[in-house]
């Protein structure tokens, strides 16, 4: 059976934990930034899990992470 090709786009976007869950960065940190608190801003630094429904879709464009 020949090998599946990985997502390009979804490989730099996702990191996988070494329990197979799905990092993903938060929105809301582009453009438009003066506006919003710093705190905030602050709290939207950090990676967060991606929903399981996600999850399952993630793995299949990213089969070898």
Avoid at 10 to 39: D, E, M, N, W, Y
Avoid at 48 to 56: D, H, M, T, V, Y
Wanted: hydrophobic share 30%; charged share 30%.
């Amino acid at each position: 059976m020949p090998k599946q090709k990985t997502h390009s786009s979804s490989k730099k976007r996702f990191k996988v934990t070494g329990t197979g869950k799905v990092l993903r960065a938060q929105a809301f940190r582009r453009h438009i930034l003066s506006k919003r608190p710093t705190k905030r801003m602050r709290h939207l630094r950090h990676n967060i899990l991606a929903s399981e429904q996600n999850r399952k879709v993630i793995r299949k464009m990213i089969p070898y992470m």
